[in-house]
């Protein structure tokens, strides 16, 4: 029965996604005139920046591969680069399947964990504490970008609105975060309710703290990493720009660019449409319009084909997730319930851990 609600919720927040997202891609695109000087952009955009966008996305992927590779060794696996980054882009793929963006952790927790037997926590919690290192580097991008340029991003209504909701997102992760580690701390979690919604993420997080908390070098580490990353995933945006400069169109600065992109990530990976698209478009129109004077049809190409460039890295992982242990594939019910059972067990022995650590007291 839970599980039939469950899918009942996902098939409405798909529909409303999907609807969001037709309808800002209609006031978008509607204007011919636009649509005209978009084509005409991307017909004399130079190729050669095209194809160092899609090189960035994939420096980007072998960085965060590498963050992740860092994180399971501190645990003792050891998957050869080669998996690590096979992994990754299987992930990269699934992301653009399945909408919601969490299908391509599940698939990689999932292979992750016939990778490596016997070592299911550790597997599992490695695509946590990824994600949540990938968070904190945002933040602390975010904070620096952001306050450094805070009178000049903040200097238009809209702009202004955006920046303050992103500030509000952000807080609100980071203290959901510190909370969870609060609690799990002083070993608090195993006292809330055993049906409280997001008791067993709570737990996962706690347990998480406990396994690579303690090591600084290696988490100081993926943090840079995570900071390199973002600022890839920026430049592989900023590429289409530069691609026109033959055409003399007017285009920001990248330390203006950058400035931006921690806005338009945040509001956009909120599920209010489908991977972001057309959230992305309209974010790009309003910040580089109203602070760079970037014409509309500039912005949307840079976001359309900055969007593009990052999916083209989701059909090589297609390409190799079908030669990737075929005999090993299954259907994304079944990766869901297993690696669900697994996230449920992990929690559980945070809890049981905190619960005998309690009792000993």
């Known amino acids: 029965m839970a599980s039939n609600v469950s899918r009942v919720k996902k098939t409405i927040l798909t529909l409303f996604q999907a ?22 952009d991307i017909r004399n955009a130079d190729p050669m920046w095209l194809v160092a966008g899609f090189v960035a996305y994939g420096l980007v992927e072998l960085v965060c591969a590498l963050r992740w590779y860092l994180l399971l060794r501190v645990q003792g696996i050891n998957l050869s680069p080669i998996r690590m980054g096979m992994l990754m ?26 990778e490596t037997p016997g070592k299911s926590s550790a597997a599992v919690l490695s695509v946590l504490v990824d994600r ?148 992305r478009e309209g974010l790009f129109q309003v910040f580089l319009g109203q602070l760079c004077g970037v014409s509309d049809h500039v912005a949307v190409v840079m976001s359309s084909v900055g969007y593009l460039l990052t999916m083209a890295w989701g059909l090589v992982g297609a390409v190799i997730y079908a030669f990737y242990r075929p005999s090993e594939h299954a259907a994304m019910s079944e990766m869901n319930r297993e690696v669900a059972g697994m996230e449920h067990q992990v929690a559980e022995e945070e809890i049981a851990l905190e619960t005998a650590d309690s009792e000993e007291k």
Not at 19 to 40: E, G, N, Q
Not at 136 to 165: E, F, H, N, Y
């Open 19 to 40: 609807s969001v997202t037709l309808v800002i891609l209609f006031f978008v695109f509607r204007d011919p005139t636009k649509r005209a000087a978009m084509v005409h």
């Open 89 to 114: 882009l299987i992930g990269v793929f699934f992301n653009y399947l399945i909408p919601g963006g969490a299908g391509g952790d599940v698939v990689k927790i999932f292979y992750l964990l016939k």
């Open 132 to 279: 949540l290192i990938g968070l904190m580097g945002l933040v602390v991008m975010s904070a620096v970008l952001i306050m450094t340029r805070w009178s000049w991003i903040t200097s238009t209504p809209q702009t202004s609105k955006a920046v303050w909701a992103t500030l509000i997102i952000l807080g609100s992760a980071v203290s959901g975060v510190m909370f969870t580690i609060i609690v799990g701390k002083y070993n608090l979690i195993h006292k809330l309710p055993a049906k409280m919604p997001g008791r067993d993420r709570l737990a996962e997080i706690a347990l998480a703290y406990n396994l690579f908390g303690r090591q600084w070098g290696s988490t100081l580490a993926a943090l840079f990493l995570s900071l390199v990353a973002h600022v890839g995933y920026f430049a592989v945006f900023y590429c289409p720009a530069l691609s026109f400069h033959a055409s003399k169109v007017t285009i920001p600065s990248f330390v203006e660019f950058c400035a931006i992109m921690p806005v338009v990530n945040t509001i956009a990976s909120m599920p209010i449409s489908i991977g972001g698209v057309g959230v």
